[in-house]
């Protein structure tokens, strides 16, 4: 009987050991970001969006992330800020920023959050203007698997071909803030002015298992794409560079796919691939 009280008390003990590290792993961490990037990058954005800006008043934000691994929750302390500008048209746009930077420099920072906003503001549209109507219009086309985005030209450097390290340091030192000018920004010409491309990704079912049917479908969506690249290649002047790649899907997955390659608004005879990758560099930094 003298056994028992000793096992409850042994529980007990481990019990309260066990709430004690339970409260020590369960703890928080927080982070805080004071860093006043609209003082910090002041030039970077005089650069980029002219003196007539309006900022707002910094706005403190709070984020909480649980880390799994540490059994942590992470408290994250940031600014945020809204920029105003007006375009050539008068309309007025909207650059929202802070300076939750991880480990990059302010500088860095403001030139990837510059770079986002750009892309989105592109790709926004574009996708409005042509890529949505298209999708509409092609059978079969599955719009929620597909992908449209505008990017920077992709940065890469291969041993056996020394035309790339050239291509790799001239992207590398290239700075979109030091390029652009938000207020004088026409969407027409970004293609000539900047080292950037539109990549889509279209995926469609096909309506039949008759290979006929199925050519017949192919054929009808390169129509749609093709009057579409025709009339973005219009709109850019004929500056515009773009990817596309279709897939085709039937029950089983994929069953086949077909793409192109567009360089100064004409279909690029050797397709995507690397040949065109070094096209495209070439295209730009020999004219700037």
Same mark, same amino acid.
């Given at each position: 009987?003298?056994?028992?009280?000793?096992?409850?008390?042994?529980? /007990?003990?481990?019990?309260?050991? #066990?709430?004690?590290?339970?409260?020590? !792993?369960?703890?928080?961490? @927080?982070?805080? $970001?004071?860093?006043?990037?609209?003082?910090?990058? *002041?030039?970077?954005?005089?650069?980029?969006?002219?003196? !007539?800006?309006?900022?707002?008043?910094?706005?403190?934000?709070?984020?909480?992330?649980?880390?799994?691994?540490?059994?942590?929750?992470? %408290? #994250?302390? $940031?600014? +945020?800020?809204?920029?105003?500008?007006?375009?050539?048209?008068?309309?007025?746009? *909207?650059?929202?920023?802070?300076?939750?930077?991880?480990?990059?420099? =302010?500088?860095?920072?403001?030139?990837?959050?510059?770079?986002?906003?750009?892309?989105?503001?592109?790709?926004?549209?574009?996708?409005?203007?042509?890529?949505?109507?298209?999708?509409?219009?092609?059978?079969?086309?599955? @719009?929620?698997?597909? !992908?449209?985005?505008?990017?920077?030209?992709? /940065?890469?450097?291969? =041993?056996?071909?020394?035309?790339?390290?050239?291509?790799?340091?001239?992207?590398?030192? $290239?700075?979109?803030?030091?390029?652009?000018?938000?207020?004088?920004?026409? &969407?027409?010409?970004?293609?000539?002015?900047?080292?950037?491309? /539109?990549?889509?990704? &279209?995926?469609?079912?096909?309506?039949?298992?008759?290979? #006929?049917?199925?050519?017949? +479908?192919?054929?009808? %969506?390169?129509?749609? /794409?093709?009057?579409?690249?025709?009339?973005?290649?219009?709109?850019?002047?004929?500056?515009?560079?773009?990817?596309?790649?279709? #897939?085709?899907?039937?029950? +089983?997955?994929?069953?086949?796919?077909?793409?192109? !390659?567009?360089?100064?608004?004409?279909?690029?005879?050797?397709? *995507?691939?690397?040949?065109?990758?070094?096209?495209?560099?070439?295209?730009?930094?020999?004219?700037?």
């Amino acid at each position: 009987m003298k056994i028992i009280p000793k096992i409850i008390a042994v529980f /007990l003990i481990y019990i309260g050991a #066990t709430l004690s590290l339970t409260s020590c !792993a369960f703890g928080n961490r @927080e982070i805080t $970001y004071d860093d006043q990037l609209p003082e910090t990058c *002041r030039q970077q954005l005089l650069d980029c969006f002219g003196d !007539a800006y309006i900022l707002s008043e910094g706005v403190e934000k709070e984020k909480h992330f649980f880390d799994e691994f540490e059994h942590i929750d992470i %408290i #994250t302390h $940031y600014t +945020q800020w809204e920029l105003i500008y007006e375009d050539m048209d008068r309309q007025q746009h *909207r650059f929202t920023f802070h300076n939750q930077n991880g480990r990059k420099s =302010p500088r860095e920072h403001m030139e990837d959050s510059i770079e986002n906003y750009f892309c989105d503001l592109v790709q926004q549209y574009y996708q409005q203007e042509f890529w949505d109507g298209t999708i509409a219009r092609i059978p079969g086309g599955r @719009e929620k698997d597909s !992908a449209f985005y505008f990017q920077s030209y992709r /940065l890469f450097s291969m =041993p056996d071909v020394p035309e790339t390290s050239i291509m790799f340091d001239q992207r590398l030192h $290239y700075s979109l803030s030091e390029n652009i000018d938000f207020p004088q920004l026409q &969407l027409c010409n970004v293609f000539h002015d900047f080292p950037y491309i /539109l990549n889509m990704y &279209l995926y469609v079912t096909y309506e039949s298992s008759e290979e #006929t049917k199925r050519t017949g +479908q192919r054929q009808e %969506i390169e129509t749609c /794409l093709q009057e579409m690249i025709h009339e973005m290649a219009e709109f850019t002047n004929h500056t515009l560079n773009a990817s596309i790649t279709v #897939t085709m899907m039937d029950d +089983q997955g994929a069953a086949g796919s077909f793409s192109y !390659a567009v360089l100064n608004g004409k279909f690029f005879e050797k397709g *995507r691939g690397l040949e065109f990758e070094m096209a495209l560099h070439e295209n730009f930094f020999k004219n700037h």
